[in-house]
């Protein structure tokens, strides 16, 4: 469901207002004390939604509001806004870092195993994400060890960074440590102790968005001539825009570009990371925090070179407009879509600017504008008012 962009159908506004409704139910019911039953009719309202009611070290009472998918962050931000001021809880999105060795005590409480003494391993893996290994003394790699490893790296990062950069957490076997320490300064000593890990993550997360480019290209794109499609007059000499041949997944029009044959980019990394259903984020692939989205639209044209010379135009008309708010990054043909992907600056003035500039070059009516990033999979925008992505 759509809650943050796009005009709502009868249907969703209607399907807002019920969540409207039912959520003041459980807002009163946390503010009356009736914890567990709040908790109850947060979760009733969808199940990728959970609300964690807690009272930290000063014993002030926090309620968490956190996604159990990407996809569901739009939903509980929604959902928080809704709740009343005299709530009576300090309220937060996801639920923030937490102290160590305050995580490391809900481990031992929750799964019986303590990890103050495990080992950590971390490296990128596609798409800038993190993994993250953490060695158990005397573990086996159990599912419990997995569950209790994922756990610990979560709260001490917190929900939202650990979305956004965290692509697996894993728990191997490691020796087990005696109970007393013996100094001997010959004696290998792991590179990484569980104490790093905050400051490892972190460390990563910034050297990632150090080494991004400030500004995404801002010239229109083309497919270089040896594609064999017709180019554009756009340059297509420069050395960093990748070409890519898909296997399509869908022989009709695909909603995540499923029907891709061909595309170039100047975000490969990006690009490979949406297609293979990795967790996607914006922010670690633009350090000016530009938000990366794509139009597709029905491309009736019957041979490869009218729909690269229809494209041709419509990517240079479509960049001209988003000139000082976002800039053309990639293009693509589908079985029946042709692609082309940008980078906003400014999300809201990018987005009308597509529109408006879409609507004068009379796209078909099966034009839409999608997100890239895992927590917008469910929101998108038509071009023309009534069209709809889910039954295009």
Not at 153 to 166: K, L, M, N, Y
Request: aromatic share 6%; with cysteine.
């Amino acid at each position: 469901m759509r809650v943050r962009f796009g005009e709502l159908s009868v249907d969703e506004l209607r399907a807002r207002e019920s969540i409207s409704s039912r959520a003041a139910l459980a807002w009163a019911r946390l503010r009356d004390g009736d914890v567990e039953v709040a908790c109850r009719q947060m979760r009733d309202i969808d199940a990728r939604v959970e609300l964690v009611v807690t009272d930290d070290l000063d014993g002030v009472r926090c309620a968490e509001l956190t996604a159990l998918e990407p996809s569901a962050w739009p939903l509980a931000e929604l959902l928080l806004s809704m709740a009343p001021s005299d709530v009576g809880c300090a309220l937060s999105l996801g639920r923030p870092a937490i102290a160590l060795e305050r995580a490391l005590a809900e481990v031992r409480e929750s799964h019986e195993l303590d990890l103050s003494r495990a080992t950590l391993r971390a490296g990128f893996g596609r798409g800038h994400l993190l993994e993250v290994t953490l060695g158990v003394p005397g573990g086996s790699g159990a599912d419990h060890e997995q569950n209790a490893a994922e756990n610990l790296v979560r709260a001490v990062i917190g929900d939202r960074v650990f979305e956004t950069w965290i692509g697996a957490v894993h728990a191997a076997a490691a020796p087990r440590m005696p109970s007393l320490r013996v100094l001997d300064v010959r004696a290998r000593q792991p590179q990484l102790s569980i104490d790093d890990l905050f400051a490892t993550v972190a460390a990563a997360a910034l050297g990632v968005r150090l080494g991004l480019a400030g500004l995404p290209r801002s010239a229109p794109l083309t497919l270089p001539p040896t594609s064999g499609v017709a180019a554009s007059s756009a340059d297509s000499s420069r050395e960093d825009w990748t070409l890519l041949e898909v296997e399509p997944l869908a022989e009709d029009r695909g909603r995540r570009k499923d029907d891709l044959l061909l595309a170039s980019t100047c975000t490969p990394e990006l690009l490979r990371c949406y297609l293979d259903g990795s967790p996607c984020s914006s922010r670690r692939f633009a350090r000016a925090d530009e938000q990366f989205v794509f139009m597709s639209y029905v491309d009736d044209e019957l041979t490869m070179s009218q729909r690269a010379a229809r494209r041709s135009v419509i990517e240079s008309a479509l960049s001209d407009a988003l000139t000082d708010v976002g800039a053309v990054t990639g293009v693509g043909f589908g079985v029946r879509s042709t692609y082309v992907d940008f980078a906003l600056y400014d999300l809201e003035a990018g987005l009308a600017r597509l529109i408006s500039r879409s609507r004068e070059l009379e796209l078909p009516v099966e034009t839409f504008i999608q997100f890239f990033d895992s927590e917008l999979a469910e929101e998108w925008l038509s071009i023309w008012p009534g069209a709809r992505l889910d039954e295009a």
